[in-house]
Nanobody
Framework: QVQLVESGGGLVQAGGSLRLSCAAS????????MSWYRQAPGKQRELVAA???????NYADSVKGRFTCSRDNARNTVYLQMNSLKPEDTAVYYC???????????WGQGTQVTVSP
């Protein structure tokens, strides 16, 4: 069974930075995509950033230029470096791993990010 464990959330002032980590454990198919989603109160969960096992990334327009997604394939870990944080970035951030063939997907438990004005 694959498990994802996120860490690095917290409270930060606007303009500050945080770095989230998501470590996957278990037997993992090599060709996969690791991504970050977020869900603010009363809103739908939305994609923030994604990175495949080759290192190709894509980002939501709202975070381009501020967030950077990277991964360490040897450690099955994905990172989200978040700079210039805004109050509207406040949400629970979730990690998702899915296989590139679409056969399986796994969610982490989420980590809270709160940005104060």
């Amino acid at each position: 069974q694959v498990q994802l464990v996120e860490s690095g959330g917290g409270l930060v002032q606007a303009g500050g930075s945080l770095r989230l980590s998501c470590a996957a454990s278990g037997i993992i198919f090599r060709f996969n995509v690791m991504s970050w989603y977020r869900q603010a109160p009363g809103k739908q969960r939305e994609l923030v950033a994604a990175i495949d096992n080759g290192g190709s990334t894509n980002y939501a327009d709202s975070v381009k230029g501020r967030f950077t997604c990277s991964r360490d394939n040897a450690r099955n870990t994905v990172y989200l470096q978040m700079n210039s944080l805004k109050p509207e970035d406040t949400a629970v951030y979730y990690c998702l791993l899915y296989y590139s063939d679409g056969s399986r997907s796994y969610w982490g438990q989420g980590t809270q990010v709160t940005v104060s004005p």
